[in-house]
């Protein structure tokens, strides 16, 4: 009905009827014409400028804020002082002392917890009595902040390398467990019973159909672990340590050098980038070998 | 003919608290040597326990199965069996995949691949040899499956509804698929299927099974003779024998409601 019609309505009985009748043989009320929404993709190069942009935008206000006083340069430091102290960290600190670090305990860690862990899953399936035993202890295991254990892992493991591979193993460990039994739980009875008709032994049917068929749980959890090795590693040189990134940064704060904070916190992730991005790739190789 | 299955007096009862339930009455069934012969019956009436006791993955409460006179109770990997999934391998290819039993007893993969790969071929797998399971149909599925228990060679091979999940179309395809293999490959063939029909058109012989307990009804054998057209379904033959099936199955019906 338009602004029209209204006045209309009040003029009577008679004409309100005729009204009625002559809107149920005249056309109804238009629809408004409502077009499907369509959202317009922009190209790549504007997305990343755009992206590169905001940075730039963030950088800049930072140095501008603590320059002009507006932020504390003390407590937040500036992307000018963080430049000279990367540099420096690079070039004349012991930076790829405390990288390789960081780094060979992430990647250790995450190896051994990935590895045993998935083993450790996939033996459930040997037998229904051994998992049903096992499975509240891995569940209690599980239950436990990891973490809060580190300082006893420190004293057993001492300050070196092993303590932090202990950690990130103790993270990655059990979640690897829980992740290849779900997998192992979800095999078809029907897929072991071909099996076993076409005479197959037991080490036959779990090299041949339980390895395969759980393979896709393994990888789902190896870009979960390499994250938690990380932290693993990087709480383990917080408590106590004499290398790695984790110290640098419990260095750096301890003695109100802000800039290098900022700076081990840059490298760290861009290691974490890395490692994240390797496993990424590793992860979409070995799905396309399973077809999953 | 001589036999090649025969399950002597086999039965399976099962001990539950509310006394012995017995899913299979002890029964003899003699398959002779290269003949098809179907299981048809409603579920229940324990046709894939039966098959499970030929395959060995069962061991029956009662009685023995002789495999050429040879007593081969719960002995695993003397027959063929394939199950109504198909049970591909996903991250195998088709041709991996058919070659699973020869695989699993220890032939050289080379020699298995050249054996199955002019199989393929010749029962319309041709081009999808190399390819993903994922990537095939049902029916083509369900070729690859069977293709799997031939190569298995052994001589006797057991269908539990092969074909049940297809469509009615691709079903008929796939009925005639299977007697061209038959006469090629010369294999004892046991079928399960609860369709009458597919039953009759394939079969030298039904066995109609009812249910509570599983037992066989009737032994009919089909003498019509080979190859059969798809009219021989509209003969006088073999509607009788169509009709002879559908009043047992009916029949056995109302002591299942009743029990």
Redesign the interface.
Known sequence: MTVQDTPRIGLGDLDLARDASAEATAKPTPKPARRLPVQKDWPTWAIVATQFGILVVIIAAWEIASTTGLISAFFWSQPSAIWHTLIIFVTEGNAWVDIGFTFRSTIFGFLLGTTVGSLVGLSFWWSRNYAAIVQPYIICFESIPKLALAPLIILVFGLGLSSKVAIAFALTFVISTLTTFAGVKAL?P??E????????TRW?VFR??VM?FC?PWIISVLRVNIGLALTGAIVGEFIASQHGLGRAILYAGQTYDIALVWVAVLVLSTLAVIMYATVSWIESVLRK???? | MPVKVHLDRVGMAFTTPAGTFRAVEPLDLEIPTGRFVSLVGPSGCGKSTLF?VI???LQPTEGRVLIDGEDATGT??????M?Q?D?L???RTVLDNVI??M???GKPLKAARERALPLLQKYGLAGFEHL?P?SLSGGMRQRAALLRTLL?DTDVILLDEPFGALDAQTKLHMQEWLMQLWSDFKKTVVFVTHDVEEAIYLSDEIHVMGTRPGRILETIPITIPRPRARTTALTPEFIAVKERCLNLLTAAAPTMEAA
């Open positions: 078809d029907d897929g019973r071909l099996f076993y008709s076409l005479g197959a036959q041949k159909l395969p393979l070998g399973t077809r999953q | 499970n395959a060995g993955l695993i990997g003397r027959v063929g069996y199950l999934k049970l391998l996903p991250w699973l039993g695989e699993i007893q993903y994922n298995f």
